[in-house]
């Protein structure tokens, strides 16, 4: 059964602190694995990565997937409140999409 | 932990039927599922908002009368695509939140293909 584990849960931080989220997965057929960020209502795709060691940077996030390892990070550097959302990690695989449970970031002014 | 699946997983169709897609939560009870779209680019659309006993909400955009949803139980939620066009070939991925509304749950997404 395809697996998608996200840690921590939850994290508070103050603004200006740098994250680290996690995402570790088990899915057959791996074809890519998926960042978004979810606010209110449809998350927002952040990153899709395929190839291992390769980082996606967009602004102050990035991110980079370990395909022997099995997973992947989600770096905020300086973050700030309008970073507070569930942060959310999907591995696609055998015309699946296998979320995980997310991580609820919340940035303290 | 807790468990969303879709069924079918997989679907073809001919232009012109409908298609019913069902969303399941296995082993908790959700008063709200969501049901998005998914376009290129990863993009998830948010349709609509599925109530337990009350009629749906509709995101701006979203067809009322041609994607119907029922969510006659507290485990089930179904989407049916009416009049299926090809245009309307997506991934269909729902979500159920848990009963304190902290934890959302994605099913595994069900492909429709319209010919």
């Known amino acids: 059964e395809d697996k998608v584990v996200q840690s921590p849960l939850s994290l508070v931080v103050h603004e200006g602190d740098t994250v680290t989220l996690n995402c570790s997965y088990e899915?057959?057929?791996?074809?890519?694995l998926l960042w978004y960020k979810q606010e209110k209502k449809a998350p927002t795709f952040l990153f899709m990565l395929t190839s291992s060691g390769i980082e996606k940077k967009s602004g102050r996030l990035s991110s980079i997937l370990d395909k022997k390892e099995l997973f992947s990070i989600l770096n905020i550097t300086a973050t700030q409140t309008g970073d507070s959302a569930v942060y959310l990690c999907?591995?696609?695989?055998?015309?699946?999409?296998?979320f995980g449970t997310g991580t609820r970031l919340t940035i303290i002014p | 932990g807790a468990v969303v699946s879709q069924h079918p997983s997989w679907v073809i169709c001919k232009s012109g039927t409908s298609v019913k897609i069902e969303c399941r939560s296995l082993d908790f009870q959700a008063t709200t599922m969501f049901w998005y779209r998914q376009f290129p680019k990863q993009s998830l659309m948010l349709m609509a908002t599925s109530n337990e006993g009350s009629k749906a909400t509709y995101e701006q955009g979203v067809e009322k009368d041609k994607f119907l949803i029922n969510h006659a139980s507290l485990t089930l939620s179904t989407l049916t695509v009416t009049s299926a066009h090809p245009e309307d070939s997506s991934f269909y991925i729902c979500?159920?939140?848990?009963?304190?509304?902290?934890?959302?749950?994605f099913g595994p997404g069900t492909r429709l293909l319209v010919l």
């Open positions: 999907a591995v696609e695989g055998n015309e699946k999409l296998t």
């Open positions: 899915v057959t057929n791996f074809r890519s």
């Open positions: 979500s159920a939140l848990t009963g304190n509304q902290e934890t959302q749950y």
